[in-house]
Nanobody, 123 residues
Framework: QVQLVESGGGLVQAGGSLRLSCEPS????????MGWFRQAPGKERQFVAA????????YYSGSVKGRFTISRDNAENTVYLQMDGLKPEDTAVYYC????????????????WGQGTQVTVSS
């Protein structure tokens, strides 16, 4: 059974940094696209960042571009989201997900999802 386990969330002050990790278990995803989404209370799930299997293709939402960096280590079967310059509006539950086809920013294109990790940014 495939599971995605996120870690690295927590409470941080505005301007601070966090690094999220996502480690799949049950199989490797070295040839699949992976992405991060987030969902704040009362809001829809929102695309944050995505990375292709080759690691050279990365995509970001406009709200995080320049502050967040997505990367992956295929040898470790892990994807990361480095979040710098955090703002209170970044507060949400962050989810990683696996995609085999479809658009990188479409949640419907992702087949497997983690349980999420809470990120809270205080002002």
């Amino acid at each position: 059974q495939v599971q995605l386990v996120e870690s690295g969330g927590g409470l941080v002050q505005a301007g601070g940094s966090l690094r999220l990790s996502c480690e799949p278990s049950g199989r490797t995803f070295s040839t699949a696209g992976m992405g991060w989404f987030r969902q704040a209370p009362g809001k829809e799930r929102q695309f944050v960042a995505a990375i292709g299997w080759s690691r050279t293709s990365t995509y970001y939402s406009g709200s995080v571009k320049g502050r967040f960096t997505i990367s992956r280590d295929n040898a470790e079967n892990t994807v990361y989201l480095q979040m710098d310059g955090l703002k209170p509006e970044d507060t949400a539950v962050y989810y990683c997900a696996v995609r085999f086809s479809g658009n990188y920013n479409d949640p419907e294109a992702y087949r497997y999802w983690g349980q999420g990790t809470q990120v809270t940014v205080s002002s």
